[in-house]
């Protein structure tokens, strides 16, 4: 079971890392960590730095695809990565985003036509990829699998976790992780959260949206 | 704000990331990635690799310290991260772990006298550093905070957030990343989990503990 993610400069960290924990412990997982050129990669706001060990170039198939989001996922689809996707998406068994990854996958035109969903705050733009947004927090459509921001990543993992492994396995991998979700508030999405959260928000990711 | 992130070979990736993508977007967040010696940092199962940028002999100061666990994560006390968290801790506003960096903190002494949570698998060695085992997912005692497995390493940043920029700041963090968790399975606690769940992980655990 080869799983690829591919990160770019300013990718968001946790929307890679979430998945990677969950399906890194499938039995017979192999990840690939790739990128336009391989190397050390920045996620926003630029100080984690991951290590991409292949060349996107060198990347010609893959069973699981996840694509993670950042403010500047449609810059690094129109630098290289959509056509890439375009490409490694007819041979996968799951083609999968979470937050603006999707973004890419739009690009690459792996959307059109289906149900998905993203960063809240990237929803309208699925429209552009002839998706129709839709409120789950994880939108599984044949192959397609999208998760809403960051967090959903792990939310996301463990769906495919079952679908590819089993319930008892994704199961086992939720205990592991120790996933018992208590967040302090409850403010995760724009339904739940006070208006003024959300307002504050849309001013901070339209300022450094790329 | 000085957050300062450890990091050593065999650490488990959601431990750090999580956290980080947290308390990253706090306001005049500076986060310092950290190991015993500086370049990239193999995490469990061995495939990503995270950079650290600074030794940690170089690191004499820190305001949020942030220990990830990981199947080696006593094996990292002993190579020398105990003794530097031992220093470094002198110096914080808040000393926290993730998952068996309780491991860590212990071996430093930190924990001596406390209430603390590590780790499902792990929680017999509290007893070793003088800690009491508690059962909340964050456990906050004086400057100190320790968290439960994996995953429990956003509800400690999110906590800390509200605890270090006060609520408004942790609830649009909160939203920032989309942190609205549906689990598909509520596997997530050896309290909630089927016997045989946790029979199946406390095997892979020991077979993988350093």
């Keep these: 079971m080869r799983i690829v993610i591919p990160i770019y400069e300013g990718f968001t960290a946790l929307d890679a890392v979430g998945p990677y924990e969950v399906l890194s412990r499938l039995p017979g997982a192999e990840i690939v960590w790739t990128a336009l050129e391989a190397g050390p990669i920045h996620s ?22 996840v694509v993670p989001g950042g403010p500047s996922s449609r810059r690094a689809g129109k630098a290289g990565l959509a056509d890439w996707v375009r490409a490694i998406h007819l041979t996968t068994q ?12 739009g690009m690459a035109g792996v959307l059109d036509g289906l149900s998905a969903t993203t960063h809240w705050s990237a929803t309208a733009r699925l429209a552009d990829y002839g998706a129709t947004y839709s409120e789950e927090r994880v939108v599984v459509q044949g192959k ?19 679908l590819i492994a089993g319930d008892d396995v994704a199961k086992a991998i939720q205990l592991g992780i120790e ?32």
Aim: charged share 20%; hydrophobic share 45%.
């Design 44 to 65: 926003e706001p630029g100080v984690l730095k991951l290590v991409a060990d292949v060349a996107t170039r060198d990347v010609d198939r893959c069973d699981v695809l």
């Design 144 to 162: 397609v699998a999208t998760a809403a921001g960051v967090s959903a990543g792990i939310d996301l993992g463990l769906q495919l976790a079952s």
């Design 179 to 210: 996933y018992d979700p208590q967040p302090p508030f409850d403010s995760g999405s724009v339904a739940k959260a006070e208006p003024a959260t959300v307002d504050r928000l849309r001013a901070v990711i339209a300022a450094r949206s790329g």
């Design 94 to 105: 799951w083609t999968t985003s979470v937050c603006t990854g999707a973004d890419i996958l």
